[in-house]
């Protein structure tokens, strides 16, 4: 009696054809330490540049924004757009008595190394129309993509104080 391997043929091709389909071939680990770094080193720059008044303090602020970047400032509209927010940034940095201080306490990074995320305290201050210092502390939060030539951008941004509103 001549034996065949149908069978087995028939039951193997498709396991194997299955557990082919069924492993997604993965790339390269993504190296989080590294895209932190790198997104740490882009809000370093950003932070050096929105120190300085008017237009270099303007461009410091969106330096590291997408050109579709949206930022919700408090107590105001949307803001939609790198020039559109520069703009609203020029109109603070050229503010009589400007200054202003922040920093990153934490920044994630998807494991997928394609998005991330930042939080932060900051303390602002100018002048008002008195020539009085008013002050103002309180916490940010910016959202970043990364883009197909490797570089990250900042999508999304936005801040609050942390003092009671006046007034009220």
């Not at 149908?6 to 071939?25: M, V």
């Not at 970047?69 to 603070?92: H, S, T």
Request: hydrophobic residues 40%.
């Amino acid at each position: 009696m001549k034996r065949t391997h149908a069978p087995f043929a028939l039951i193997a091709g498709p396991l194997l054809l299955l557990s082919a389909c069924a492993a997604p071939s993965r790339g390269p680990a993504v190296d989080l330490t590294a895209e932190k770094a790198a997104i740490e080193g882009l809000i370093r720059d950003q932070l050096a540049g929105t120190n300085q008044l008017g237009e270099a303090g303007a461009d410091g602020y969106v330096s590291g924004a997408s050109e579709d970047v949206i930022m919700l400032p408090p107590n105001g509209k949307r803001v939609e757009g790198r020039q559109a927010v520069r703009d609203w940034a020029l109109q603070q940095t050229s503010s009589a008595g400007f200054s202003a201080k922040w920093a990153a306490e934490r920044v994630e990074v998807a494991t997928s190394g394609d998005l991330a995320y930042a939080i932060g305290s900051y303390e602002l201050s100018v002048m008002d129309a008195e020539g009085n210092a008013v002050s103002d502390q309180g916490k940010w939060m910016d959202a970043f993509r990364k883009g197909a030539d490797g570089s990250w951008k900042i999508t999304a941004m936005t801040f609050n104080s942390d003092l009671p509103v006046q007034g009220g």
